[in-house]
């Protein structure tokens, strides 16, 4: 919807571009050229003026919902650089976009964009999503539809980088010495140098309780041995066949991978680990326990479904007589107990799915 706002006020305003330029032309032709300048001077003011008007009129709307007027302020809330490298205005303006913004593609691949397409076409199918022939046929023309108007919507996309900022793109992707991420809490982006970056994660996998170095990737190992732990569930009818196609990895599974997210909020930025377990041999079944585990979240008597949730509970019991505390667990996830937690997630699953017909041992 903004797009297509942004597209209209852009038609917009070159057809006003284009009547200005016809008016000065107009006036050039009925006066003198120094009543033109005077005139022209005039127009100068009166745009000026009007801007400050507006700009002053957004100030003080920022002032009331405390954002940032200075540019530079508003940068330093979305940037963080702890790097011993001073970014350039293009970089920063670049990295001020967010970690998720979307670069608008000059070009696309065409018969990436159809192999993509019949890819699609195909899972649906297999996946028995088109119930008959007329609704298969009806899908695929929408989808060669689509196709085609979005080469057309591509060809007339209006750039959103400046041609410094994708100069700086380059910049950034080949300054090894640099680690660009997401910082632990809100949606702004931190620059580290590398080796500062690295220190900080060698501190948490140098923790034995929660890490151990292996000699080498157990991936594959693990895969098969997990794949023939589902089958023998199957055989021996502990699970059913759809449960069994739920929970079964897809040969070749992805080795887990570890970064880290700097908590700029906190004193010295440490960094806290994110374990990437997409796709890994046992990431199909987790998904699985997960909505298993799903209906005992929301029955606990902590639960706090977001900050609005939490608002409406604090408002609610605001009168009860009391002390409120806000406590911060160091490195809470590494440091729970397993054993503990695994026979209280069997005990809710079994609570909640009482015809689950997977015994308490091999649901450990």
Known sequence: MLYNVFKEQQKRLKKLKFEVTECQSGIKNVVSFSTFIEIESHIKKLILKEKEIINERHNKKFTALKIPVNQGEFNNKLVYNLSYRALSSAEESLLTKGWKYAITPNKINNLNVKT??????????KNRLLNNTDN?????????????????????EVP?????????ITTLLNEHSLVISKVDKGNAIVVMNRSDYLIKANEILDDKRAFKKLNQNLTDKRENEFIKFLLQLKRNKIISPDEYKLMRPETGSRTPEAYF?????KSGQPVRPIISSYNSYNYNTAKYLATLLKPAISTCPSYVKDSFDFARIIKEKKNLPGLMCSLDVSSLFTNVPLDKAIDIAIKKIKLFHPKLTIDDENLR
């Open 160 to 168: 959103n980088l400046s041609t410094d900022e994708l100069n700086a």
């Open 261 to 265: 997210l700097v908590k700029v909020h």
């Open 136 to 156: 298969a046929n009806k899908i695929k023309t929408l989808l060669n539809e689509f196709g085609n108007k979005l080469k057309k919507k591509v060809d007339n």
């Open 116 to 125: 993509d397409i019949e890819y699609m076409y195909y899972c649906m199918n």
